[in-house]
């Protein structure tokens, strides 16, 4: 059992009893996620606390696919390091990234990825990312979009102190993608903003 392993455990269980006592957090749709990997979580992005509430809502172990520049930062650097997470380089085709996550996805781990590539407060006004598309087309693995809501009313941008306020977490019905999909850029953008409808 490794140190990422411990660490992870033991900010699920903070974060869980946190979000569950102070902000009521509420899950619906647990029976659409897989018993077992590997898939990958979609979910929106628009507060610090989404990867947390990621956490604390899913039974599997999730590695995250994070921007690199956060890996960097004193604190929070440590955190993403010690669990595990992908640090993702901000240029077109980040070749180490994608490798790893898809060694991940054939040991049968879950990814977790934010396709709005940062906090997104705008909601359907955003570009996507393409990893996800691409990562799902390439390993065949279904992609489960989850809805937070309530994240970004605790923690708005500009405040320090969290506000009191429920936080929802909807984990919709998995998505399979075809293997004839396009791997053009434009093609899979568009692909997952679909999958971002489902949340939205």
């Given at each position: 059992m490794g140190c990422d392993f411990l660490l992870y455990i033991i900010i699920k269980l903070l974060s869980l009893i946190i979000l569950k006592l102070v902000f009521r957090l509420k899950i619906t749709g647990s029976e659409n996620m897989p018993k077992t990997g590997p898939f990958i979580i979609v979910a929106n992005h628009s507060s610090l606390l989404d990867g947390f509430v990621l956490v604390s809502s899913v039974k599997h172990k999730i590695t995250f696919m994070s921007a690199a520049y956060l890996f960097k930062m004193p604190y929070i650097g440590i955190f993403f390091r010690g669990i595990g997470a992908i640090p993702v380089q901000n240029k077109k085709n980040d070749i180490n990234s994608i490798k790893q996550a898809i060694k991940i996805l054939q040991a049968g781990g879950v990814l977790g990825i934010f396709p709005e590539g940062g906090i997104n407060h705008q909601k359907n006004d955003f570009s996507p990312k393409a990893g996800a598309a691409y990562l799902a087309i390439k390993t065949g693995v279904p992609i489960i979009p989850v809805a937070i809501k309530g994240a970004d009313k605790v923690l708005p941008a500009g405040i320090k102190f969290p506000r009191l306020n429920e936080i929802k977490v909807n984990i919709r019905k998995p998505i399979f993608?075809?293997?004839?999909?396009?791997?053009?850029?434009?093609?899979?953008?568009?692909?997952?903003?679909?999958?971002?409808?489902?949340?939205?």
């Amino acid at each position: 059992m490794g140190c990422d392993f411990l660490l992870y455990i033991i900010i699920k269980l903070l974060s869980l009893i946190i979000l569950k006592l102070v902000f009521r957090l509420k899950i619906t749709g647990s029976e659409n996620m897989p018993k077992t990997g590997p898939f990958i979580i979609v979910a929106n992005h628009s507060s610090l606390l989404d990867g947390f509430v990621l956490v604390s809502s899913v039974k599997h172990k999730i590695t995250f696919m994070s921007a690199a520049y956060l890996f960097k930062m004193p604190y929070i650097g440590i955190f993403f390091r010690g669990i595990g997470a992908i640090p993702v380089q901000n240029k077109k085709n980040d070749i180490n990234s994608i490798k790893q996550a898809i060694k991940i996805l054939q040991a049968g781990g879950v990814l977790g990825i934010f396709p709005e590539g940062g906090i997104n407060h705008q909601k359907n006004d955003f570009s996507p990312k393409a990893g996800a598309a691409y990562l799902a087309i390439k390993t065949g693995v279904p992609i489960i979009p989850v809805a937070i809501k309530g994240a970004d009313k605790v923690l708005p941008a500009g405040i320090k102190f969290p506000r009191l306020n429920e936080i929802k977490v909807n984990i919709r019905k998995p998505i399979f993608c075809s293997k004839k999909i396009n791997l053009n850029k434009e093609i899979l953008k568009n692909t997952v903003k679909s999958y971002m409808k489902e949340i939205y």
